[in-house]
């Protein structure tokens, strides 16, 4: 008969430990990078599902209100609430889930006794709590969010809100060149209004408070190198930042301009953006 082979006993000697271990460790280093920034995908991609809801949200209320815009002001027939965004769209959704972004996380600093700087967000952290100054106001059921206006895209009464020309804005729903026109993106407040001369941030989260350089509350690099928008048209894309200089954000904004020139002196954090 044939002799059987002897096999050895189990068990790993400890340079044989030693050397799976070393493998497990290499796997780790290679495969780690990649897995993080599926997560940032994954990440981003739900974040453009939710400024394409808004975009939805908005639509819809268009379509009851003659394809107006939100009027985002008081006055006339309208409330506060019902006039801006934040009160006016609660009737066009159940999901308060679309209201942040799932990169970024609360402010866990802000008390929400006070409205104050700390009610403006940063690249990873959501705007908000804003504290409700008079009863009734709409941030009573939206006092924080991740997403943010261009306050252009509005319907307001008079020659001029909040210092800003209303002949500025886009009024309607349904305008020529609306593939061109942010609506939501991503935001470190509630809304902005950029103007083609307003300077980038000179680093991540610089802003110069509501109403003085509305560009730089949509200048953060949340998705790798941009931000998610939707536009007036409802089509949604993530732009570079540097591109947030050539889009058509007023009627009379010229996407040509020294932002928009090679020689740009942007700052050194977007400079390999």
């Known amino acids: 008969m044939p002799r059987t082979a002897k096999v050895k006993g189990g068990g790993f000697t400890l340079v044989e430990l030693l050397v799976v271990i070393a493998i497990i460790s290499i796997l780790l280093t290679i495969l780690t990078p990649a897995l993080q920034k599926a997560r940032l995908q994954a990440k981003a991609a739900l974040c453009l599902s939710n400024v394409k809801q808004w ?23 309208l409330s506060a609430r019902e006039a801006y965004w934040m009160g006016a769209s609660l009737p066009y959704y159940q999901d308060p889930a679309i209201r942040y972004c799932p990169a970024c996380h609360p402010d866990p600093d802000n008390d929400a006794t006070s409205y104050t700087w700390d009610d403006y967000g940063e690249t ?8 409700a100054v008079t009863a009734g106001y709409w941030w009573d059921e939206f006092p924080e969010g991740s997403y943010g206006i261009n306050e252009w895209c509005a319907c307001p009464l008079g020659e001029e809100y909040w210092g800003f020309p209303t002949a500025l804005a886009w009024r309607k729903i349904d305008v020529r060149g609306a593939d061109n026109i942010p609506l939501f993106a991503d935001c470190l407040f509630v809304d902005g209004y950029p103007l083609h ?13 509501w109403g003085t350089n509305g560009m730089k509350m949509f200048c953060i690099n949340r998705h790798q ?24 954000w007023h009627r009379e904004f010229p996407i040509s301009n020294q932002w928009t020139q090679p020689d740009a002196p942007w700052p050194a954090w977007m400079a390999g953006l």
Request: negative net charge; without cysteine.
């Open 225 to 248: 190198g941009g931000i998610n928008m939707v536009f007036l048209d409802l089509s949604a894309r993530k732009v570079g930042l540097k591109e947030l200089w050539k889009l058509k």
């Open 124 to 131: 990873y952290e959501h705007w908000g709590p804003i504290a």
């Open 55 to 77: 975009g939805q949200v908005t639509f819809y209320y268009a379509q009851d209100n003659d394809n107006r815009l939100y009027q985002s002001v008081a006055g006339g027939e």
């Open 197 to 209: 001369n307003d300077q980038p941030p000179t680093y991540p989260d610089e802003h110069n408070g």
